[in-house]
């Protein structure tokens, strides 16, 4: 069976610092995965997947991802954080239906 | 412009009454989901729709029901017989529902309940 672990249910970094949000997958086959963001009180949108292209996906608003079979991993990453990156971010795993982590809160200091 | 619209955005129930949350999508997409959200625990899946007039069990289906007579249309009743029913509910839907798709899903804003 597939399933995501997000590490570190809250990440707090300041702005223009990297920013690196962890996830792990299990999967039993090729795993298609994916990074979504939600902003408060809004549903979820997608920042990037991996359907086993390119191992480094580049998503929207300057966030990328690496996937890491070795460690089954893939972290979230962005260069310079900006105070409008404050979110809640997901890891999903496509197995069968999509499959979500916990959900990682960053926020932002000036 | 397409995309997933939900009503309403908040709603108020009293303990013991049924209550229907709309989900419509102009995006032609065979698949709908139903998920809630609950803090700290990430998703959940409620129930879900391939077709017209077929939906299967999520999850967390108890205390749920769901209709799916029209495409474009996937409602929700949380039932009095659920029994924590407040909680950020969101509803979803993908081109199609396959075992290996690429998976995306396209998300309404959300619908938030509160039983008083």
């Known amino acids: 069976a597939q399933s995501v672990t997000q590490l570190g249910s809250h990440v707090s970094v300041s702005e223009g610092a990297l920013v690196l949000l962890r996830c792990n997958y299990s999967?039993?086959?090729?795993?298609?995965l994916f990074w979504y963001v939600q902003y408060p009180n809004q549903g979820l949108q997608l920042l990037l997947k991996?359907?086993?292209?390119?191992?480094l996906v580049k998503g929207i608003n300057g966030f990328e991802a690496e996937f890491k079979k070795s460690e089954t991993s893939f972290h979230l990453t962005k260069p310079s954080a900006h105070m409008s990156d404050a979110a809640e971010y997901f890891c999903?795993?496509?197995?069968?239906?999509?499959?979500f982590g916990q959900g990682t809160e960053l926020s932002v200091k000036p | 412009d397409g995309g997933i619209t939900q009503s309403p955005k908040y709603l108020f129930r009293k303990e013991g009454q049924n209550v229907t949350l709309s989900c419509e999508q102009n995006?032609?997409?065979?698949?709908m989901y139903w998920y809630r959200q609950d803090p700290g625990q990430g998703l959940r899946l409620i129930y879900y729709?391939?077709?017209?007039?077929?939906?299967q069990k999520g999850d967390i289906a108890e205390g749920y029901s769901v209709s799916r007579e029209k495409k474009e249309s996937f409602p929700l009743t949380v039932t009095s017989a659920q029994k924590n029913p407040t909680a950020f509910y969101l509803c979803?839907?993908?081109?199609?529902?396959?075992?290996?798709?690429?998976?995306?899903?396209?998300f309404g804003e959300g619908s938030r309940l509160t039983v008083l």
């Open positions: 979803a839907s993908s081109p199609r529902l396959a075992r290996r798709n690429t998976g995306e899903l396209f």
């Open positions: 999967s039993s086959v090729p795993p298609y």
């Open positions: 991996y359907t086993s292209a390119a191992t």
């Open positions: 999903a795993v496509q197995g069968g239906k999509l499959i």
């Open positions: 995006l032609n997409h065979d698949a």
């Open positions: 729709s391939q077709i017209v007039n077929d939906f």
